[in-house]
């Protein structure tokens, strides 16, 4: 996901010409037009169309206009509040994590522990392989990641995020589909959005349905976002769909397949106070956003 081409899109989606969106980008027409073709590649749908000698949004753009506006938003927003935040810290916490984790958790929680622990600064980033290399080396204090670490000589905890269930689009056209298997033989099934527990769901959903027409989706954001699409159905946290309070998607309870459990591993090397009262927040968090919709 780049999120150059919601930019992109959103400013096509304003004039509805290819010329007008680049000079205010300052970009070539070619640009813009492969930008919002990589973005429908990746979703799956149209999102404009020709009309003479300018263009439409297709229904799937007008909808997705409207997510799109919201991911900016909360990433600008996020950016703001990062670079203005008072620089008179009494410590620095290095922290990597995974996308997955600062996209749906770190936003949620560093206010949390901003609030609580004023005198500890944060600086986060993002990193998908070597998390625990990472932190053996020195190079952060705090790794948060979805995968066991398999590293002697780092320290970890695993914070259950509680149950999975399957998410589906909460269409009217699926009021009649009520278990598991509907939903195989209808929708495509997003796959691979976790590191470690898509390999035996695979084989589970195949021995209830043997035609399951599997989609690596790498991105749990690019997941979410395609389920809204009604471009398919996947397994994820239902903290997570929950607490977006959306009716785009909605949660099948499980009956011919039991879902995994999804755990978020906290990573250290060296102690500190500033570490130790860390964990203890986020393990605190997650437990109370879990217990939201338990």
């Known amino acids: 996901m780049n999120l150059e081409w919601y930019y992109t899109f959103l400013v096509v989606a304003k004039y509805q010409n290819y010329r007008k969106a680049a000079d205010e980008l300052f970009i070539t027409q070619t640009s813009v037009y492969n930008h919002v073709k990589n973005l429908e590649a990746l979703l799956g749908v149209e999102l404009v169309e020709t009309s003479g000698r300018n263009i439409a949004l297709t229904e799937a753009g007008q909808y997705f206009c409207k997510i799109a506006k919201e991911t ?82 780092v320290q ?35 796959t691979n959005n976790h590191p470690t527990y898509w390999e035996d769901l695979e084989k589970s959903i195949s021995k209830l349905y043997s035609n399951a027409n599997f989609v690596s989706i790498a991105s749990v954001r690019s997941t979410e976002d395609l389920i809204k699409a009604d471009q398919g159905v996947s397994y994820l946290p239902v903290y997570i769909v929950k607490g977006l309070q959306q009716s785009q998607i909605k949660l099948i309870e499980p009956k011919d397949v039991t879902p995994p459990i999804s755990f978020t591993y906290l990573i250290w090397k060296k102690e500190s106070a500033e570490i130790d009262t860390f964990n203890r927040l986020f393990e605190e968090f997650v437990r109370q956003e879990r217990e939201k919709v338990d």
């Open 156 to 190: 970890y905890k695993n914070v259950c995020e509680g149950k999975i269930q399957l998410a589906v689009p909460n269409t009217s056209e699926n009021s009649n589909l009520s278990t598991e298997i509907e939903y195989f033989q209808k929708y495509r099934i997003l």
């Open 72 to 153: 900016i938003t909360t990433y600008e927003k996020g950016l703001y509040a990062i670079k203005n935040m008072k620089s008179s810290y009494k410590t620095t916490l290095k922290v990597v994590v995974t996308a997955y984790i600062d996209n749906y958790l770190i936003p949620k929680f560093l206010p949390i522990f901003f609030q609580k622990e004023p005198n500890i600064n944060i600086s986060t980033t993002v990193l998908e392989d070597n998390i625990p290399q990472a932190i053996m080396d020195g190079q952060y204090d705090i790794g948060i990641d979805r995968k066991e670490p398999f590293i002697k000589r």
